[in-house]
């Protein structure tokens, strides 16, 4: 498994994601559980992963986080 991106649907800034090895099998990672000033909405991030069999057949895998407006 190969961690491949995360993004957020909020702006992100250098502090947002920490100790995360992109390229690497890489499955635990913090994510800051902030949102922006005035956002009504919360924060969510997107993790994506690709898998790839020992035959070279991949696919992507994702999975969200959701920093909710209330916290």
């Given at each position: 498994m190969e961690l491949?991106?995360?993004?957020?649907n909020e702006p992100l800034v250098p502090?947002?994601?920490?100790?995360?090895?992109?390229?690497?099998?890489?499955?635990?990672?913090?994510?800051?559980?902030?949102?922006?000033?005035?956002?009504?909405d919360g924060r969510v991030y997107t993790i994506t992963y690709r898998a790839t069999d020992s035959a070279g057949n991949s696919t992507l895998a994702t999975a969200t986080v959701l920093v909710p407006r209330n916290r």
């Amino acid at each position: 498994m190969e961690l491949l991106s995360i993004a957020a649907n909020e702006p992100l800034v250098p502090d947002d994601i920490d100790e995360a090895a992109f390229g690497t099998d890489d499955r635990s990672f913090e994510l800051r559980a902030t949102r922006a000033s005035g956002s009504s909405d919360g924060r969510v991030y997107t993790i994506t992963y690709r898998a790839t069999d020992s035959a070279g057949n991949s696919t992507l895998a994702t999975a969200t986080v959701l920093v909710p407006r209330n916290r």
